[in-house]
């Protein structure tokens, strides 16, 4: 054999020497082993936050409408204008409404005219019943002294002292008192009845004063309802009518006229709706940072202020017991900003992350590192395993399951409260390897993740 074959046959063998090592390393030696990436379990701070849409709206604000149908005759504000608590918005058309108030001040004064002459009447009807009593008593007395005549006469009479015809006009006087005392009576009646019926009248006309002044008092509301003035203090948002429109007054079944919105922006909110899944982290007072598309990356703090009770639907209205309860449902939450930006108007779009949780320097994973493993039930005669969370420490290329408990979550790790200490080593990922790996499998660390600062 030449040297030069010898050479060939020594480099082919190497060659073959070579690549049977690196099989047996590669697929025998590795046999059974799982590729993992893996991390530490560090100390950080964490932050919970819960993130929500919603819009800016002013913590108060009113809709304008007319209590009376009219013209809209005069309107010196315009759509943007700052309003104090009574200026003029809105002067409707008045001249039937001033006519009646006319009207029932005519009508209130004739009354009250009556009533006056009412008082006279009275006053000249028992100076009546006062002088009647007193012919009453005069009569009396004259029927007295006729009777006293007339006794002493007739006695004469019978003793033949007197003549029969001064006998006669004796008891002709005395006839004559007594036809003076009933006439007397008569007109005491009259003159009461009279006063007893200017005291009726009186009392009717002081009803129609009650009436009146009522019909008056009605008039005068219907003329101020004509002008319509703000009853607070804020801007005009929204103004869709113009002058010489008409204002329709609102009806059981059928919405009036809204003639402008006036929004107190000294105080504005977010409100925002919040998963069911996470309404039950959000407290009053929490702090939350708002995001307002139209001011870009603006961010903007505020807190909450309100957390609703009844759940809302995907179209924002409130839950009733005929839902559909397999429906996702929001709940609506106010914030409150704190220092409101001077260029926000109600209706613009926003994101609020609410601060639920903060925790200093605690031990944390990645949140792709926690797992679920079944275990058999301690109950015997229950067959239902028992779910752990938990996640795989890696110690001398083999894997080991540790049920932890967990605390807040950050955005991409969770707290760590039991279960494993600082610096171990975990399994981090692949996600398809976390999901089938099982407790003492052998693993190899491909890539380990860098620490968190």
Do not use: W
Not at 250 to 270: F, H, K, R, Y
Request: proline residues 3%; glycine residues 8%; charged residues 25%.
């Amino acid at each position: 054999m030449t040297t030069k074959k010898k050479l060939f046959f020594s480099g082919l063998l190497l060659v073959l020497i070579a690549g049977g090592a690196g099989y047996y390393f590669k697929f025998v030696k590795d046999s059974g082993i799982i590729s993992v990436q893996s991390g530490k379990v560090i100390r950080q701070d964490l932050t919970q936050v819960v993130s929500a849409n919603g819009e800016i709206k002013p913590k108060k604000s009113v809709n304008i409408s007319s209590n009376m149908m009219g013209r809209i005759v005069s309107m010196p504000v315009k759509e943007g204008d700052r309003v104090k608590e009574g200026d003029l918005l809105i002067r409707l058309e008045s001249i039937q409404t001033e006519a009646d108030v006319k009207s029932a001040e005519a009508m209130l004064d004739a009354a009250q005219t009556e009533t006056e002459g009412m008082a006279a009447q009275l006053r000249a009807a028992e100076a009546g019943v006062i002088s009647a009593k007193a012919d009453i008593r005069r009569s009396e007395a004259d029927v007295a002294r006729a009777k006293q005549a007339f006794d002493r006469n007739d006695q004469l009479r019978k003793e033949g002292l007197i003549p029969t015809e001064q006998f006669e006009k004796v008891k002709s006087d005395y006839d004559l008192s007594q036809i003076a005392l009933n006439a007397a009576n008569a007109r005491l009646a009259q003159s009461e009845a009279q006063v007893a019926q200017v005291q009726n009248q009186r009392e009717q006309t002081t009803i129609r004063i009650a009436q009146q002044r009522a019909a008056l008092v009605r008039a005068k509301d219907s003329l101020s309802k004509t002008t319509i003035t703000s009853p607070l203090a804020g801007i005009i948002t929204y103004l869709p009518v113009n002058e010489g429109e008409i204002a329709i007054v609102g009806v059981q079944n059928q919405p009036g006229t809204n003639l402008m919105t006036i929004a107190d922006l000294s105080v504005i909110t977010a409100e925002v709706k919040v998963d069911e899944t996470d309404i039950v982290n959000v407290r009053i007072g929490q702090e939350a940072k708002i995001k307002v598309d139209a001011l870009g990356d603006k961010i903007l703090m505020g807190h909450v202020s309100e957390v609703g009770n009844s759940a809302l639907n995907k179209s924002g209205q409130q839950s009733g017991n005929g839902a559909n309860t397999q429906e996702a449902k929001d709940f609506k939450v106010v914030i409150i900003l704190d220092e409101p930006a001077k260029e926000l108007r109600p209706g613009l779009s926003c994101t609020a992350q609410i601060i639920t949780a903060n925790s200093k320097q605690v031990l944390s994973v990645p949140i792709q590192a926690l797992t679920i493993r079944e275990f058999d039930n301690p109950d015997k005669t229950s067959k239902k395993k028992l779910e752990k969370e938990g996640v795989f420490t890696v110690k001398n290329g083999i894997a080991l399951f540790h049920p932890v408990k967990t605390g807040i979550t950050g955005t991409t790790d969770i707290e760590i409260l039991d279960g494993i200490g600082l610096d171990e080593e975990i399994v981090t990922g692949p996600y398809q390897v976390l999901r089938t790996i099982q407790d003492n499998a052998k693993v190899k660390v491909e890539q380990e993740q860098e620490k968190k600062p």
